[in-house]
């Protein structure tokens, strides 16, 4: 086949593209062209000056004489450590407030004299004269079982030492007598509607045994009875009187009697214990 030579169109073709050709010509005969729409007039514009007018006489603002206040800077270390969420606290500093003491890391004798002056502290408010003893809630009010404990031990084994025979079974009797009394005792104003804590009645019961360890101590020291009874009536009574407002503080005015007598029966108890010891 040549250059030249021409292959005819199929019927159909040639008349799909008579139609395009047919629509082609219609739509560039009938489009309409739309005017073209007048430019709007320009609007005039008001020129705005930069420098205010002269106020009138009665509106003219004296200068003021007090001085412009002075905000103090923060330090750049200090905006640095601040989140960006703390920046209305940057002149609050936590170190101000000042931090707990470590104790765990402290010298043993740091401890050991802490815990002592504490003990000491808390036997002046509950044993000796003071302004707070008819407020328990106030005397007491850093208590601690360290000085309760070693008062009961150390009755213990002043009544195991004056004993003559069974040493060891004197200490033991001593020992439970006292612990379980200031517990039952404990519960006892708790149940009659007493407005303490469980850990500091029995602190301040442990403390009130100080008069009769010392009473105690005095009688293994000296062995004639009526002597015995004269310091034990005083320890007792000294006692009795530490123990005292701190019971009836803690419970209602018309329960009073059945708060206090236990505490007292068992004071007594434990003075005839200290002059039946032989």
Not at 126 to 137: A, C, H, I, Q, S
Not at 172 to 194: C, D, K
Not at 235 to 251: E, I, K, Q
Request: aromatic share 10%.
């Amino acid at each position: 086949m040549s250059y030249g030579d021409t292959i005819p169109l199929h019927p159909s073709s040639q008349s799909d593209i008579d139609e395009v050709e047919n629509l082609i010509n219609a739509g560039a005969h009938s489009a309409t062209v739309l005017p073209v729409r007048p430019p709007s007039p320009s609007r005039a514009s008001i020129t705005v000056s930069h420098s205010p007018f002269p106020l009138p006489p009665y509106q003219k603002v004296p200068p003021s004489s007090s001085p412009t206040p002075v905000v103090p800077s923060v330090p750049a270390a200090a905006a640095a450590a601040t989140a960006p969420g703390e920046s209305s606290r940057i002149g609050i500093s936590t170190d101000a407030l000042g931090s707990p003491p470590d104790t765990l890391t402290e010298p043993v004798w740091d401890t050991v004299k802490r815990d002592l002056t504490r003990i000491v502290s808390n036997l002046k408010l509950v044993v000796f004269p003071n302004p707070y003893r008819e407020d328990p809630g106030r005397a007491l009010r850093d208590w601690e079982l360290w000085g309760p404990f070693f008062f009961i031990v150390f009755l213990g084994l002043t009544l195991s030492w004056s004993a003559s025979v069974k040493k060891s079974e004197v200490f033991a009797v001593a020992f439970a007598v006292l612990a379980s009394g200031a517990i039952i005792l404990t519960l006892n104003v708790l149940l009659l509607g007493g407005h303490i804590i469980f850990f500091q009645s029995l602190s301040l019961l442990g403390y009130c045994l100080f008069p009769l360890a010392v009473g105690a101590l005095v009688c293994m020291l000296e062995g004639n009875v009526i002597i015995k009874i004269v310091v034990v009536s005083v320890t007792l009574a000294w006692g009795c009187w530490a123990a005292y407002p701190f019971v009836s503080a803690a419970v209602n005015p018309r329960r009073k009697a059945l708060a206090l007598y236990p505490v007292f029966l068992m004071y007594i108890s434990v003075g005839f214990f200290i002059i039946a010891i032989d």
